[in-house]
Nanobody, 114 residues
């Protein structure tokens, strides 16, 4: 089984929206809680959002009420709908388990212009 593959990033204006996708075939997707992380140069990896195996979601404080995490177990795919984006959301986004058990995927980069 290979690493997850993230996609959907790009350049967007302040206040815009994007939806990120993480495809995780062969990683026992439905059995795991899964996290979206954000990486920017310097600070440590940041928790963005999590969805449990049962479908419950929780969010980092900076994205609460703006982002929505969801998944489709039949497609082994995780989503992150990002609304009202700000320059502070700029970074590379990755999916992994809370204990970072999966190999790391390539990530997908989001740039929010001011």
């Amino acid at each position: 089984q290979g690493p997850p593959v993230e996609s959907g990033g790009g350049l967007v204006q302040h206040g815009g929206s994007l939806t990120l996708t993480c495809v995780a075939h062969g990683l026992y997707f439905s059995a795991y809680d899964i996290v979206w992380y954000r990486q920017v140069p310097g600070p440590p990896l940041e928790f963005v959002a999590q969805i449990t195996a049962g479908g419950s979601a929780k969010y980092g404080e900076s994205v609460q009420d703006r982002f929505i995490v969801s998944k489709d177990n039949t497609k082994e795919t995780l989503y992150l709908q990002m609304n009202d984006l700000t320059p502070g959301d700029t970074g590379s986004y990755y999916c992994n388990t809370p204990s970072k058990q999966w190999p790391w995927g390539p990530g997908t980069h989001v740039t929010v212009s001011s």
